[in-house]
Each structure stands twice: as structure tokens, then as C-alpha cells.
């Protein structure tokens, strides 16, 4: 397969409704893209600014400040503590690392690449672009042999499935069993909000409660976009198994995939202050707090969305009927099938627009429903 025969962005099907809803009296409600609008923290910034001066390229490997800054968060904030820098890496966003991974790995036509079933779509996207067979399956039982990789995505992007010390621990043996590198996309798991994760900490695949001992064949991917509102800096990373950490660091150097110098820097003091992070989930609560009762009070059900950026929701209808009943609010959603084929009911909506514009589109819902 080659990039031409990939399906056209998605999200061009979504353009009449937003022409639609941008005709409402009152202007659009955008919740349909999780892309952050809240400023992004000074201190940031700031450590931004204080790297400009890069006349030399970057380390692909990442700085030792960075590498040590990821080490220490995760130990601090996701109860891993026996990692090294030789078990972390920076990536140019987790978009890229989660495409190119099939590729980085050295996967191929025959192998299985699994994803979840309700799934942000560049996990599948990564396996086709190398001739990868994706299959999507949640429960470890269901993961064939043969499978190279398979990815979980905890909290889940559309549908906010978290998943607890036990289910990871059963993901790691099944993957064991048969072989396959286990990547887990964790970038919502500051975003806790319904049942454990109201108080716990969302577990990490890394966790010494999964690993037993052992972070062979294991990955953690990791963004700042959404906790720090750094979406527009490009800055991830992964961690894990060390010899996988190796082999990509080696594929990455010779491809170039190193983090801009000044984004580096600002991405080891974003990971080095807690008090953005809660502020800013505390904003996310705001707007959730608003629009989930008022997507109820509108006929919509609230499906998972125990974690994450979003409401995943449902009418009992066609996800597009959905997308025209809001739009005609002048509320625009993302629509369910974008993120597969078990999905053909569900509206996905992000937290990311300004608190006045969610709440103006909680006030027209909560009107719709009298």
C-alpha cells in the first residue's frame, strides 16, 4: 500500500454542518476537534523563549534535562519509579509516533496490527500505510497470535475507557503470550473525572502493579498537548521497554525525527510543574460539568467518558441525524463513525472550546429539551 491509496481526512464530510451551525443567531459552539484554545502557561512560554538561540540541531535522544524531566514525571505522577533515561524518548507529538510506528518496528504485509475497537483512526492509518493488517479487538482474549502490535488507548479517545490495574495486567500476559509489542496511548490520564479516577490516578501500562518486574515489550505514549496546551509545540514522548526505546532512537536518528531545541527546554519545565496541569483540568471540569447534564436533559445518553477530553454520546439515532439536530443549535460534534464502524450512533464532544461557548451551547440544549 502506498499514502495514495489512503482514504480522503475524514473531517472534510464535516464541513456542511459546520456551515449550518455557523448560521445560528448566536454563533457556532465548535466541540467537534479536541485542539486546545486556552493560553498557553507563561512559565512555558517563557522557557520557550529562553531556548532560542538553537544554532545547532537538537538531540534526537532528547536533552538530559528533558530525559530526566520525563523520568521524574512519571515516577511523580504516574507511580512509576523504576525508570531511567535510557527508557524514555521525545517524539514531535504523539500523532507522528503513533503513524509511524508499524514502520519504526519494521512491520509489514501479514503482520496484525490491533487497535481498539471505538479508536482514534491513525492507529489503523499506521497499519495500512506499511501494508499491515489492523484488526480491531478490546478484549485480550480476542487478540490473535500472530498479532506484532497492539495498541490499547487509556483514557480512550472518543469514548473515555480507562482501564484498571487488573485489565492491564491481563492485556500484558495475553501480549506475552504471543509475542507482540503492547503501546499504550496515555495522553489523557491527568483527566480523571467518574467512579476510581475521581480520586485515583489512571493506571500506566509501566505501572510496577502490571509490569511484574519486566517492561519488555512495553510502551507508554505520552502528550502535553492537552495538559499543557501545547498542541501547537508538537511535544510527546514515550517510554518503556529499553531495547525497543533503542531500537527507535537508532530509526529516528537517521530519519530526523527530533524535537525542535527551544521546544525541548520548554517541554522539561512544562513537565516540572504540577499547578498548569490541575488548573487547567479544572477548566475542562467547568465545561463538563455544563454540557453533560445538558446533553442528558436533551435526550442524549453519556456513554464510558470516565476519563479524557470528551463526552461520547448518543441519541439511540444515526450519528449524522445527530450531527444535523445539533447543528441546527449551532453546535457542531464529531461524528461517531469517524472512529469506527461500532460507532455509527454516537457524537463525540470536546471540552476545548471557551467556557462562554460551551456554556452557551449547554443553554441552547437544556432550551432544546423543553
Same mark, same amino acid.
Given at each position: 500500500?502506498?499514502?495514495?491509496?489512503?482514504?480522503?481526512?475524514?473531517?472534510?464530510?464535516?464541513?456542511?454542518?459546520? #456551515?449550518?451551525?455557523?448560521?445560528?443567531?448566536?454563533?457556532?459552539?465548535?466541540?467537534?476537534?479536541?485542539?486546545?484554545?486556552?493560553?498557553?502557561? #507563561?512559565?512555558?512560554?517563557?522557557?520557550?523563549?529562553?531556548?532560542?538561540?538553537?544554532?545547532?540541531?537538537?538531540?534526537?535522544?532528547?536533552?538530559?534535562?528533558?530525559?530526566?524531566?520525563?523520568?521524574?514525571?512519571?515516577?511523580?505522577?504516574?507511580?512509576?519509579?523504576?525508570?531511567?533515561?535510557?527508557?524514555?524518548?521525545?517524539?514531535?507529538?504523539?500523532?507522528?509516533?503513533?503513524?509511524?510506528?508499524?514502520?519504526?518496528?519494521?512491520?509489514?504485509?501479514?503482520?496484525?496490527?490491533?487497535?481498539?475497537?471505538?479508536?482514534?483512526?491513525?492507529?489503523?492509518?499506521?497499519?495500512?500505510?506499511?501494508?499491515?493488517?489492523?484488526?480491531?479487538?478490546?478484549?485480550?482474549?480476542?487478540?490473535?497470535?500472530?498479532?506484532?502490535?497492539?495498541?490499547?488507548?487509556?483514557?480512550?479517545?472518543?469514548?473515555?475507557?480507562?482501564?484498571?490495574?487488573?485489565?492491564?495486567?491481563?492485556?500484558?500476559?495475553?501480549?506475552?503470550?504471543?509475542?507482540?509489542?503492547?503501546?499504550?496511548?496515555?495522553?489523557?490520564?491527568?483527566?480523571?473525572?467518574?467512579?476510581?479516577?475521581?480520586?485515583?490516578?489512571?493506571?500506566?501500562?509501566?505501572?510496577?502493579?502490571?509490569?511484574?518486574?519486566?517492561?519488555?515489550?512495553?510502551?507508554?505514549?505520552?502528550?502535553?498537548?492537552?495538559?499543557?496546551?501545547?498542541?501547537?509545540?508538537?511535544?510527546?514522548?514515550?517510554?518503556?521497554?529499553?531495547?525497543?526505546?533503542?531500537?527507535?532512537?537508532?530509526?529516528?536518528?537517521?530519519?530526523?525525527?527530533?524535537?525542535?531545541?527551544?521546544?525541548?527546554?520548554?517541554?522539561?519545565?512544562?513537565?516540572?510543574?504540577?499547578?498548569?496541569?490541575?488548573?487547567?483540568?479544572?477548566?475542562?471540569?467547568?465545561?463538563?460539568?455544563?454540557?453533560?447534564?445538558?446533553?442528558?436533559?436533551?435526550?442524549?445518553?453519556?456513554?464510558?467518558?470516565?476519563?479524557?477530553?470528551?463526552?461520547?454520546?448518543?441519541?439511540?439515532?444515526?450519528?449524522?441525524?445527530?450531527?444535523?439536530?445539533?447543528?441546527?443549535?449551532?453546535?457542531?460534534?464529531?461524528?461517531?463513525?469517524?472512529?469506527?464502524?461500532?460507532?455509527?450512533?454516537?457524537?463525540?464532544?470536546?471540552?476545548?472550546?471557551?467556557?462562554?461557548?460551551?456554556?452557551?451551547?449547554?443553554?441552547?440544549?437544556?432550551?432544546?429539551?423543553?
Amino acid at each position: 500500500m502506498s499514502v495514495h491509496d489512503l482514504a480522503d481526512y475524514p473531517w472534510d464530510a464535516v464541513v456542511p454542518f459546520r #456551515e449550518r451551525a455557523a448560521q445560528h443567531p448566536d454563533g457556532l459552539v465548535d466541540l467537534s476537534v479536541g485542539s486546545p484554545v486556552d493560553p498557553t502557561p #507563561e512559565l512555558i512560554r517563557r522557557a520557550l523563549a529562553e531556548a532560542t538561540d538553537a544554532h545547532a540541531y537538537p538531540q534526537t535522544v532528547g536533552t538530559p534535562s528533558l530525559r530526566e524531566a520525563i523520568v521524574d514525571w512519571y515516577a511523580r505522577r504516574r507511580g512509576v519509579s523504576d525508570l531511567t533515561v535510557d527508557n524514555v524518548l521525545p517524539t514531535i507529538g504523539s500523532k507522528e509516533l503513533v503513524a509511524l510506528l508499524p514502520t519504526l518496528l519494521g512491520l509489514g504485509e501479514g503482520d496484525i496490527v490491533v487497535h481498539p475497537r471505538v479508536a482514534y483512526p491513525t492507529y489503523e492509518v499506521g497499519a495500512r500505510v506499511v501494508g499491515a493488517t489492523p484488526l480491531p479487538a478490546d478484549d485480550p482474549a480476542d487478540w490473535p497470535e500472530g498479532a506484532k502490535l497492539i495498541w490499547i488507548n487509556t483514557p480512550g479517545n472518543p469514548d473515555g475507557r480507562t482501564w484498571t490495574v487488573d485489565e492491564l495486567e491481563k492485556a500484558v500476559r495475553r501480549a506475552r503470550e504471543i509475542g507482540a509489542v503492547l503501546a499504550s496511548d496515555e495522553c489523557y490520564a491527568e483527566l480523571g473525572w467518574d467512579g476510581p479516577w475521581a480520586t485515583d490516578r489512571v493506571p500506566s501500562i509501566l505501572d510496577p502493579r502490571v509490569t511484574g518486574g519486566s517492561r519488555a515489550n512495553l510502551l507508554s505514549v505520552y502528550s502535553l498537548s492537552k495538559q499543557s496546551n501545547l498542541a501547537g509545540y508538537r511535544a510527546a514522548f514515550l517510554a518503556g521497554c529499553a531495547r525497543i526505546v533503542g531500537d527507535l532512537l537508532t530509526a529516528r536518528k537517521h530519519l530526523g525525527l527530533m524535537p525542535p531545541a527551544p521546544v525541548q527546554h520548554a517541554m522539561a519545565v512544562a513537565l516540572g510543574d504540577d499547578e498548569h496541569v490541575a488548573a487547567q483540568k479544572e477548566l475542562y471540569r467547568e465545561r463538563r460539568d455544563a454540557l453533560r447534564p445538558a446533553l442528558e436533559a436533551a435526550g442524549f445518553r453519556i456513554d464510558g467518558s470516565e476519563a479524557g477530553l470528551y463526552l461520547w454520546a448518543t441519541a439511540g439515532e444515526d450519528a449524522w441525524v445527530s450531527m444535523g439536530r445539533m447543528a441546527d443549535l449551532g453546535i457542531l460534534a464529531g461524528p461517531g463513525p469517524f472512529y469506527g464502524a461500532h460507532s455509527g450512533q454516537h457524537v463525540r464532544l470536546a471540552l476545548t472550546a471557551p467556557t462562554e461557548r460551551v456554556l452557551a451551547g449547554a443553554q441552547r440544549l437544556r432550551s432544546a429539551s423543553l
